[in-house]
T-cell receptor
Framework: GDSVTQMEGPVTLSEEAFLTINCTYT??????LFWYVQYPGEGLQLLLK?????DKGSNKGFEATYRKETTSFHLEKGSVQVSDSAVYFC??????????FGTGTSLTVIP | EAGVAQSPRYKIIEKRQSVAFWCNPI?????LYWYQQILGQGPKLLIQ????????DSQLPKDRFSAERLKGVDSTLKIQPAKLEDSAVYLC?????????????FGPGTRLTVL
């Protein structure tokens, strides 16, 4: 079945460090891929998405590229800030209306 | 535009008691989802509505959980009786029509603690 596998955390980085959170997926067909972010005490918010192969989603300095050949959608940011501390979820949605979420990766950025 | 509203934000009950959560999706959104998020895990879908009909409730523990969306707008999720393992955050989400590629909009969640 459809599923998402995320890099396990927690991840701790110093401010201005480079961030990569790995995400790979299993799906039939051509799903849409998403990264959601959950700040402490809040609900999930969409960070970025990509709907077809080779699309790059970007927002707030974060980027992820839909790689069909490696079934991956890794999240990257060149220089993290303390305010980026949160839990990040990779998700996929097949051509329909279901969503499958990864287990989440907790990121802590220290000054 | 108002977001997805949920209440209450926090609830503490004892096992075997009953509890209900309420969700009001974004106006005009046809699809509504209830998720259970256990600490340290990703959201797990419990039930999905399209308007007032159930699309998917395959992971809903129907012996104790029930949900309804009578007028195709707001929704209620009930647990009766609650167990210790039901302690989690219950998230409600909506999207315009549930088509692939559309993002889900999440409410702030209800944190349930079962003692």
């Amino acid at each position: 079945g459809d599923s998402v596998t995320q890099m396990e955390g927690p991840v701790t980085l110093s401010e201005e460090a480079f961030l990569t959170i790995n995400c790979t997926y299993t799906a039939t067909g051509y799903p849409s891929l998403f990264w959601y972010v959950q700040y402490p005490g809040e609900g999930l918010q969409l960070l970025l998405k990509a709907t077809k192969a080779d699309d790059k989603g970007s927002n707030k300095g974060f980027e992820a590229t839909y790689r069909k050949e490696t079934t991956s959608f890794h999240l990257e940011k060149g220089s993290v800030q303390v305010s980026d501390s949160a839990v990040y979820f990779c998700a996929l949605s097949p051509t329909g209306n279901q969503f499958y979420f990864g287990t989440g990766t907790s990121l802590t950025v220290i000054p | 535009e108002a977001g997805v509203a949920q209440s209450p934000r926090y609830k503490i009950i004892e096992k075997r008691q009953s509890v209900a959560f309420w969700c009001n999706p974004i106006s005009g959104h046809a699809t509504l989802y209830w998720y259970q998020q256990i600490l340290g895990q990703g959201p797990k879908l419990l039930i999905q509505f399209q308007n007032n009909g159930v699309v998917d409730d395959s992971q809903l523990p129907k012996d104790r959980f029930s949900a309804e969306r009578l007028k195709g707008v707001d929704s209620t999720l009930k647990i009766q009786p609650a167990k210790l393992e039901d302690s989690a955050v219950y998230l409600c989400a909506s999207n315009p029509r549930g088509a692939g590629g559309n993002e889900q909009f999440f409410g702030p969640g209800t944190r349930l603690t079962v003692l």
